[in-house]
């Protein structure tokens, strides 16, 4: 019971100073569940599995729309679909993770440490899973071992969102707080502990070997609060942060990085000399029109979006396409609008902004929900949270026509 409890009492404290910094986006809807902290689609889009703040445990049905709570002790930040199957995993209070079919039958449990995050291959022979202090680990009870134990810092508590662990081929991918100016200098992942780091040499996106377990390259450049995921073909890797910055990297030359466009500027020109104009240092060729403010700003002019700063990002259709979710405050705090950026894998530019809608308004707003945002790539499908109640909402893209419908609004 420790566990949730204090899982939920960081949550709480986290919320209100991100409600306070961003201001309140309106008036609060309650449910008979509150609102979502972590959640995970089926492959096959079917099926949501959701943990609450309040410990609720609940499975969506996208096809029937209905749901069906099945605990009410869930760790905040477990609810995760093993991949190309219908087994979800979750962990209790009493810090024992279940692996579960949609159908009811428990098909393993296994004790373990309060996980901040965790995923599992579709063999089931690869666990990872990360502790408060964004520590890795792989596997179980006796065949647990670390992969990244060097520092206590950055943790959840001190950036305010969970290290996201991303799978995909023969890879996968963490990413947590990122630096500008590059990562620390090379280090083991693994240490003893009077050896640790102040801070983690792996605290930013970071691609590791899925068999050694061994980091194949760090991935520097994203600032703050940064989310990381690799294309389910494991040969892309996609981050974006708080500062408004987005990376890619292929995996076959992950030492060359990427910038995506700023959806105002276009894409900033490195290594150019000093004292030119402030435009040429821009390359604006590939810009498409951007949706603007719904209400004038201070100087009475309707403001475009501004790039936003990024919670998730989220394959939409196979490892060809991804959409990069966020929020933008305008002037005088108005966010009447939200939009995902769509981005082809491999091209800087974005290439549409699909509406999200505000009715219910998507769980953008809080950077220790950023696992309540999950998709279903081959079945075309995002799903969200809701920023002030319990419920979800389902979106189906089209890839001929690049649109998103908003499908299923689920309470």
Sequence with gaps: MVAINKQKIIFLLLAVGTVLAMGYYGVRAFTSLEPVTSLSVSSDGRYVISAHEDGALVLWNTETQQRDQLADNANLYSAYFIPEGDAFLWQDQDDVVHVQGVDGEVIEEFEHFPTYGH?????????????????????????????????TSPSFTGTGQVLNLSMGGDFFVSGGSGSPGGELDDSPPVREEDEYRFSSSYGGVTLWNLDTLMPVAKLPGNSSKTYA?????GQWVVSGDENTIGLFWNTEAPEERYRMASYDHGIYRDNLPEGLEEDEYWDESHLISVPESSKPDKWGSIRSLATPKTIAIAFINGSE????????????????????ALFEAGNPWPQAYLDLGTDPFPSVNNYSRNLSIDS???????????????????Y????????????WVGR
């Design 396 to 407: 189906r893209y089209d890839p001929e026509e690049r649109t998103l419908a908003k499908e």
């Design 229 to 233: 995921t690799i294309s389910p073909d």
């Design 321 to 340: 396409e991804f959409l990069r979710i966020g929020h933008a405050q305008y002037e005088g705090g108005d966010m009447s609008r939200t939009y995902a």
């Design 376 to 394: 279903a790539p081959d079945a075309n499908l995002l799903v969200t949270g809701h920023a002030f109640d319990g419920g979800i909402t389902v």
């Design 119 to 151: 995923a599992m291959s579709a063999d089931r022979e690869h666990y990872l899973s990360s502790n408060q202090t964004w520590n890795i680990y792989h596997g179980h009870g006796d065949a647990l071992q670390p992969v990244l134990l060097d520092s």
